[in-house]
């Protein structure tokens, strides 16, 4: 009895392929399904019945949790899933949760009714044991809750490449802002692996976090303001979001604060702006579009009742621009 | 036999929430839903069981079909889109359209099949007459097809209040670049408005325009870059996004052309990175969260049967920054 692997070997294709045209899923094209048919027909191959019906089953519908899909670091990391997703054949939701938790109880409940197939979140409010006691397909971006698989870029290797660029650009009085870290984040790992870096070479660097419902550029403005006020002979600052980092060019030009001649500048993420920005901006760069294709995959795998690994954490690179 | 409008008024409440009351759908305090059911005991009031039963068959889903939810206007809109949307009860469905015609058409399908409410168009790549032919609810942002009412900003009006501003900031040399004016799109009204104020004052601007698939920051350079080394007086530009006058800020840098000393930009949309940008950009300010919030109500209207009219216009403003 040929498998689907004998099918997809001897048409040349691979077994993501067949299973696509088994299943009437993705874009495949005429002539690779007419291929795959007949080589089908030829081996006489008889599709797993139970396994089909499964897939038939599902609502082919994610949906996508996060603070704001007008973040651009969002919006990007969104349109990523998005295509993705689709190419494998499911439709995306999208909920902005950030002013409402019962938004998001209601994409749980969907998930628990099976009118969504996964939920991707880049954000959550509720408590994690809401969360604990599901057994369906969640993937979470930069969240680490119980057994819930998460996908996240090296932030601790980011905080290390922003610290000793600061260092070998001769900056000897460094500060850094971030978010607030008593939240349990993945992304304060990229504050620990700058602060570790530059106590090891023996600096301690001035530390700013901002509150946990900063998100108005205007909170941004005030709170780098004064820690450049407090703190004049600042000369090397990491931000940990390149939208921080754009607030403090702003406020830097306001001040008269040449960048990168008085103080250099390092952002996180690499959203499209940093590179447009005037002076552009030097950040430590996410994979987004592979971070979102993995996000993806592991929602479907778990939709296919496979077990996945629980820990994803992609490389990051820093691209140096202007600013440094 | 008393009428929604009458429980309404007895309420002191809009008929919208009475019928979100009755659909349960929105969210509606626990003190104004048992006032309403009060009152609706009280007079007697029976609710229309067919109006209901077809307001049930809805899947409170809705399509929304843009050229990708990376760029920040279509990010900001969504976000807009989705906050209000989810407020009336409806889920949104994203689809990023612009390398793929053949997903275009599964919203489109999906809405024949009554999978989705409706679809909010903000990019068509299909031929008209696929839209045309439906009867079910589609509104178009900055689009006109056949008799699918479209909201826009008031797109003429913006081009003659940049025309206006650079001619009384003294500007004697204008160019004006904007995407290919030979699409149907409402945004040309952008440059008709800007280039016939000129005319009024016997100005002729440079115009570009950008081809039709020019969406990368590269390209945007190149254009700008060859409009200033053609032109090298021009000390006047109106540019018909803000991501464009984002890259001429760029550009004129990267040549030592001091803004706005030398040369005085405005941008359109307001999006979140036109002040945030350095120096901030001038700008045409789309009403934004109205024009979503409009175009949410109008596919309500539309899937309960209701008539509505066709052209909705909303009034811009002049934003002025740093770079006039």
Request: include cysteine.
């Amino acid at each position: 009895m040929p498998t689907i692997k004998d099918v997809a070997i001897r048409a040349g294709v691979t077994v993501t392929t067949v299973s696509r045209v088994l299943n009437n899923r993705g874009y495949i094209s005429q002539s690779t399904r007419e291929k795959v048919h007949r080589v089908m027909k030829e081996m006489h191959y008889q599709p797993n019945e139970i396994a089909r019906s499964l897939t038939r089953k599902r609502s082919m519908m994610l949906g996508m949790i996060i603070p704001t899909i007008a973040h651009p670091f969002f919006g990007e990391l969104t349109n990523y899933i998005e295509n993705y997703a689709s190419s494998l054949g499911y439709k995306l939701l999208i909920c902005n949760s950030r002013m409402d938790k019962q938004k998001e109880k209601e994409y749980i409940d969907m998930l628990k009714s099976n009118r969504v197939d996964g939920v991707i979140m880049g954000s959550h409010t509720l408590d994690v044991e809401e969360y604990v006691k599901l057994k369906q397909p969640i993937v979470t971006f930069d969240r680490r809750i119980a057994d819930i698989p998460y996908v996240s870029s090296d932030n601790y290797k980011g905080g290390v490449l922003a610290a000793e660029l600061l260092l070998n650009k001769g900056c000897k009085k460094i500060a850094h802002i971030c978010g607030n870290l008593s939240l349990d984040l993945l992304g304060n790992k990229r504050s620990e692996g700058f602060i570790e870096t530059l106590r090891h070479r023996s600096m301690e660097p001035a530390v700013i976090e901002l509150g946990t419902d900063v998100f108005e550029h205007s909170d941004y403005e005030r709170v780098i303001l004064k820690l450049l006020q407090e703190h004049p002979d600042v000369d090397g600052l990491f931000a940990s979001s390149d939208i921080i980092a754009m607030n403090v060019i702003k406020v830097c030009s306001s001040l008269g604060i040449k960048i990168p001649e008085q103080l250099k500048l390092i952002g996180y993420d690499d959203i499209q702006f940093a590179a447009l920005m005037n002076p552009s901006i030097t950040t430590i760069r996410q994979p987004l579009e592979e971070m979102a294709k993995l996000a993806v995959d592991l929602i479907d795998r778990l939709a296919a009742a496979e077990t996945v690994p629980l820990e994803h954490i992609l490389p990051v690179t820093i691209v140096e621009r202007e600013t440094t």
